[in-house]
T-cell receptor, first 116, second 114 residues
Framework: QQQVKQSPQSLIVQKGGISIINCAYE??????FPWYQQFPGKGPALLIA?????SEKKEGRFTISFNKSAKQFSLHIMDSQPGDSATYFC???????????????FGKGTLLTVNP | DSGVTQTPKHLITATGQRVTLRCSPR?????VYWYQQSLDQGLQFLIQ???????AKGNILERFSAQQFPDLHSELNLSSLELGDSALYFC?????????????FGPGTRLTVL
């Protein structure tokens, strides 16, 4: 099963707070886990990504935590700002066919609103 | 601006019709991906081309087809359109084919089927 489950569907956070978005997957063949950020009227843009041999990756205010045994990963946004208000998608990549090609499976998305 | 361009931005058509969506990847990118985004299904991978050849297929309907031309631009053809085909269609491009190759998304084409 190539499904990625994302929660919550929507999230409201006060400025300066921590935003946490969670994802879970079933297929252990997934080997790359990116997060995408999408603003209204725009295409998704890569925010941060992690491989399963690493438990945490931090870039600025954004951190991915990865729990391989639980097959879960999450995005933490520290000191959330109104400019972070967007839809966030987790994704997982799986090799297909010969293994030199990959496809991304996306979660359903989380609409984050950061109130000033 | 991701460097990926898509035309047209909006497309309104009727059921049963056929449309063509166009994508120009970033300069130097050899891979092109097509995605469909709808409220109920979310963001779904349709198909990938690499240097002119089809490399991976996702949830693409038989009524849909795509190709990548020698200049690396790509077209997604949607035929016998149904109301349920109304969605945002995104093109993305990357340098290579592997998972570590960041995919850069275009601004999308919004298709409305009436």
């Amino acid at each position: 099963q190539q499904q990625v489950k994302q929660s919550p569907q929507s999230l409201i956070v006060q400025k300066g707070g921590i935003s946490i978005i969670n994802c879970a997957y079933e297929n252990t063949a997934f080997d790359y886990f990116p997060w995408y950020q999408q603003f209204p009227g725009k295409g998704p843009a890569l925010l941060i990504a992690i491989r399963p041999d690493v438990s945490e990756k931090k870039e600025g205010r954004f951190t991915i935590s990865f729990n391989k045994s639980a097959k879960q990963f999450s995005l933490h946004i520290m000191d959330s700002q109104p400019g972070d208000s967007a839809t966030y998608f987790c994704a997982a990549s799986i090799p297909i066919v010969s293994g030199s090609n990959y496809k991304l499976t996306f979660g359903k998305g989380t609409l984050l609103t950061v109130n000033p | 601006d991701s460097g990926v361009t898509q035309t047209p931005k909006h497309l309104i058509t009727a059921t049963g019709q056929r449309v063509t969506l166009r994508c120009s990847p970033r300069s130097g990118d050899l891979s092109v991906y097509w995605y469909q985004q709808s409220l109920d299904q979310g963001l779904q991978f349709l198909i990938q081309y690499y240097n002119g050849e089809e490399r991976a297929k996702g949830n693409i309907l038989e009524r849909f087809s795509a190709q990548q031309f020698p200049d690396l631009h790509s077209e997604l053809n949607l035929s016998s359109l149904e109301l349920g085909d109304s969605a945002l269609y995104f093109c993305a491009s990357s340098v290579g084919r592997g998972p570590n190759n960041e995919q850069f998304f275009g601004p999308g084409t919004r298709l409305t089927v009436l």
